[in-house]
């Protein structure tokens, strides 16, 4: 059972690049969500999305783009890093929004030098 | 704006013993708790919902109590292997789950 998956796991980028974290679910779920999570902070949402083609902002999406093309696939983009976007990235997926526990992956270790 | 508050910790128990840990939430309108699981550098894992009723998991219980609005979470007979940070997780209708900062837990030999 994968679950949800996240790739890549580790990755360091230099100011101002940019890239794409994939987020993967087979559990058919229809919501999905990005999360950082710095040191003392908890978890933060930056996006949702409550279906395929759909998207939505959470708490902090300022600096990151979203997709869900696919249903199973939800991608998180940095178009230009920066160092404050260092952070432990987690996608999340679940059946419903408020009435459902969400799925974890294992997260995404970035750092921005 | 949805809160959920939780005291940070650290609880430093010994093996064995008994620790309860409670959040409260600031959304009367609240439908669905959760308590989460965090082991350090690791993703947030389930632990159990939270009825109404109260539930039971081994040894682990969790209790609600919506008209003073906080959810407890009590872990008897304390095993090294229980500390982590602890989750708790409030939510509503058709909003993403609100999440608190967690209270960690470590539990001594």
Redesign the interface.
Known sequence: NAGVTQTPKFRVLKTGQSMTLLCAQDMNHE?M?WYRQDP????R?IH?S?GEGTTAK?EVPDGYNVSRLKKQNFLLGLESAAPSQTS?Y?CAS?Y????????????TRLSIL | RKEVEQDPGPFNVPEGATVAFNCTYSNSASQSFFWYRQDCRKEPKLLMSVYSSGNEDGRFTAQLNRASQYISLLIRDSKLSDSATYLCVEGEGNTPLVFGKGTRLSVIA
């Open positions: 919501y969500y003392g902070m908890g978890l949402l949702y409550v959470g432990v987690f679940s419903s929004t408020g009435n459902q526990p969400q799925h974890f992956g294992d997260g």
